[in-house]
T-cell receptor, first 112, second 110 residues
Framework: DAGVTQSPTHLIKTRGQQVTLRCSPKSGHDTVSWYQQALGQGPQFIFQYYEEEERQRGNFPDRFSGHQFPNYSSELNVNALLLGDSALYLC???????????FGQGTRLTVV | DAKTTQPPSMDCAEGRAANLPCNHSTISGNEYVYWYRQIHSQGPQYIIHGLKNNETNEMASLIITEDRKSSTLILPHATLRDTAVYYCIVRVADTDKLIFGTGTRLQVFP
């Protein structure tokens, strides 16, 4: 069982560009959540996808958007990147029977 | 906003029990308490969770006070590999949304 996998592991982008991060959930999981973790801080909830719909959203601007595919994998898109978007982006998956989330290793995004 | 407060750091001698406290005085009746830990720059790792009863698994024990306003995570025999940031989290009822605070940095020393 591969667990939660995220790609890429590291990424450097220029201010103003757009970025897409990808997440494959743990086998059997149907819910994917995305978190942003700035240096020295705890992860902050961005949004959650279930049945290809955004079910919940945290306090993040519309520049942050996402998508979930029929195979439950998910993408996080960030437009018009700012220097402050530099962070570790974490994906977590969960299933209806197991009420605990499994996290991937994250994507380290650096905006220069 | 985080629903939990934890001390920013703690030390523990290897082989001794590590007791990590957490306050969650505004927790609702159907919200669970979860504990995760994060070893440097890795994804958070699930440890344990509970609603109102004490819980134990192969990694740790969770003691929740009767009024549910606080809890303690116990690592019975800490090892150097337990050095990490430990997050006490409230899971929002009927969702999988986790609200993280700033956590406790546990340093286990030889």
């Amino acid at each position: 069982d591969a667990g939660v996998t995220q790609s890429p592991t590291h990424l450097i982008k220029t201010r103003g560009q757009q970025v897409t991060l990808r997440c494959s959930p743990k086998s059997g999981h149907d819910t994917v959540s995305w978190y942003q973790q700035a240096l020295g801080q705890g992860p902050q909830f961005i949004f959650q996808y279930y049945e290809e719909e955004e079910r919940q959203r945290g306090n993040f601007p519309d520049r942050f958007s996402g998508h979930q595919f029929p195979n439950y994998s998910s993408e996080l898109n960030v437009n018009a990147l700012l220097l402050g978007d530099s962070a570790l982006y974490l994906c977590a998956s969960s299933g209806r029977s197991a009420r605990r989330a499994f996290f991937g290793q994250g994507t380290r995004l650096t905006v220069v | 906003d985080a629903k939990t407060t934890q001390p920013p750091s703690m030390d523990c001698a290897e082989g001794r029990a590590a007791n990590l406290p957490c306050n969650h005085s505004t927790i609702s009746g159907n919200e669970y308490v979860y504990w995760y830990r994060q070893i440097h720059s890795q994804g958070p790792q699930y440890i344990i969770h509970g609603l109102k009863n004490n819980e134990t698994n192969e990694m740790a024990s969770l003691i929740i006070t009767e009024d549910r306003k606080s809890s303690t995570l116990i690592l019975p025999h800490a090892t150097l590999r337990d050095t990490a940031v430990y997050y006490c989290i409230v899971r929002v009822a009927d969702t999988d949304k986790l609200i993280f605070g700033t956590g406790t940095r546990l340093q286990v020393f030889p």
